[in-house]
């Protein structure tokens, strides 16, 4: 049988073999292309591309609406796509609330995906209102406050997010709620006052008086 070459398979749990070495080799040619996205069955693996590619405009956009996540190449717009319908119930399955967990390590593009995300549920929602233009433009506010210059992200999310989505029958997206949770490895960041931006300080300052003391030594 022919072997398939690399990077070009979308999802790498349809491999008759895998193993942390091969998901290395099959990313990196994926990458060498500027193919970011990759499936491993539910599971989008999202690699930083450190510059714009032209794969988020509206054309995307609509290519990647109520269709099959296997027709299309992978892409976070996918992601949402299915998150969607299966919200809805489409496909016969019942409607059920859905839940997507963004997850690596700093610099890795998380906030962004998150972006990607949220505005590709907006879209799919029709939710094209002044409103719900202006409650996507919050995030960025959000993020300018609790972000911080680090060695990794010049624009480092300081605070692990819970981004809350409702939807009223319709379905357009109703509420969009924004939780700053956890603050991330506080005696990492302490480490850099005095080299960060006033960002970090205002940060710092306003979570220093909930840290413990040998954490801010
Ligand atoms: N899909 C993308 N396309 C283009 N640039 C991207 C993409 N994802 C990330 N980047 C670039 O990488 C930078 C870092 O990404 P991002 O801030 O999302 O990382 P993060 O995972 O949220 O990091 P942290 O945990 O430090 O907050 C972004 O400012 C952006 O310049
Ligand atoms: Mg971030």
Redesign the pocket.
Known sequence: MAKTEKGCVDDLATLSELNEEIILQELQARYKQDV?YTYVGDILI?L??????EIYHKNAAERYKMTQKSIQPPHIFAIADSAYQAMLGVGGASPKSQCCVIS?E????????AK?LISQLVELSRGTSQLEQQILQVNPLLEAFGNAQ?L??????RFGKYIQLKFQQGPWLLVLRFLNTFW?NPALYVKAVGRRTSTFSITCLLVSPLMNKTSMD
């Open positions: 970011i999202a930083n591309p450190f510059k714009r590619l690596g700093s610099g890795a593009g998380k906030t962004e995906s990607l680090t990794m992200n010049d624009n480092s999310s991330k």
